[in-house]
């Protein structure tokens, strides 16, 4: 019998009366996998996080982490979790060593305790020589893998990761990535991550749940979502400003056609026989292919498929983290 260590039903949370930011979303996430949220910015994956880890009253619904009321037994979720939020929680007045004892004391973990848990997850996260360096003059991707560390230091059954490489480099992100599957393999620990990198979900997540504008659209593996497309997929366009979605139709292993913005999306099977196929339909009737593009379904096709558009670019702008530190500092001052 599968172990279920997070479970949401009806889960909705409604901001000022009217703003619907989660809309009756209800999954499970079973134990020791890393299960994802997949969506752009503003589809409430943060949302749903903050009411998971108890920072968030639902609206309606309810939901349960490790058999406790996120509610009710808000305390005992505390207790089992650990959290790395979107936003940089570090003080960067403080060394790296020193934001991990706090995070620490936070948890009531016993100091003797938290000293050697401390320089284990310094080492995890590749930061032992910068341990007793001000967070300050920490680089972006430095200051996320000690957000890690801190988000351990409790030893949690469950870490959840909110948007855990938003605006790092390449090199950065796929470090983070070796972090967080080394979590779950050496450890056994459930993940319950939430990304807008449709790579990062692919490669991560034992499972994805689609979120957009608060509703879940698609829940499944990776491997799964992108064989409910039922084929290859075809983007073509013609010379001539015409319909001729009957004519693709028309020809065989073509399973579904979608004409929008001047071009024809085409759902096929072998679309390597097929796209020729239909190529020489259009020509028989004296239209002209000027463009093709033929592709293997990927997230980025499924995204589409349920959502009817692709994900929206969204990176993270300095803008955030400088209003960060202006708030800290104002912090300090009162």
């Known amino acids: 019998m599968v172990n279920e260590v997070i479970k949401a039903e009806g889960l909705t949370k409604i901001f000022n009366k009217n703003l619907v930011a989660v809309d009756h979303v209800s999954f499970n996430v079973e134990d020791g996998e890393i299960f994802g949220f997949l969506g752009p910015n503003g589809a409430g994956k943060t949302t749903t996080i903050k009411m998971l880890t108890t920072v968030l009253r639902p609206t309606e619904g309810r939901a349960f982490v490790m058999g406790y009321d996120v509610v009710k037994q808000a305390s005992n979720v505390r207790k089992v979790i650990g959290v790395v939020p979107q936003e940089y929680t570090a003080d960067e007045d403080l060394t790296g060593y020193e934001n991990i004892m706090l995070c620490a004391d936070l948890y009531g973990v016993p100091r003797d305790v938290a000293r050697k848990r401390a320089h284990e997850l310094l080492e995890l996260v590749e930061l032992t020589r910068f341990k007793d360096k001000k967070v300050e003059t920490y680089s972006g991707g ?7 560390a801190c988000g351990l230091i409790n030893r949690p059954k469950i870490l959840f990761l909110d948007e855990p490489t938003l605006g790092l480099d390449v090199q950065t992100r796929a470090a983070i990535w070796d972090y967080i599957r080394r979590l779950k393999e050496e450890y056994n620990m459930t ?9 990062e ?7 994805i749940a689609i979120i957009d504008y608060g509703k879940i659209v698609a829940l499944d593996s990776p491997s799964n979502l992108k064989n409910s497309l039922g084929g290859d997929i075809i983007t073509l366009t013609i010379k001539e400003n015409i319909d001729v979605s009957d004519i693709i139709r028309s020809v065989d292993n073509v ?6 913005g001047g071009a024809y999306r085409i759902k096929a099977e072998s679309g390597e026989i097929t796209a020729p196929l239909i190529i020489e339909a259009l020509r028989r009737k004296g239209y002209t292919v000027v463009k093709l593009f033929l592709s293997k379904p990927t997230l980025d096709e499924v995204y589409l498929e349920y959502t009817g558009r692709r994900m929206r670019d969204t990176e993270e702008s300095m803008d955030s983290f400088i209003r960060y530190r202006i708030t800290m500092r104002r912090a300090r001052a009162r």
């Open 142 to 148: 430095m200051r996320r893998r000690l957000e890690l």
């Open 191 to 199: 993940i319950f991550m939430t990304t807008h990198y449709l790579e």
């Open 201 to 207: 979900a692919d490669a991560l997540c034992d499972r």
């Open 255 to 260: 399973k579904y056609v979608r004409y929008e």
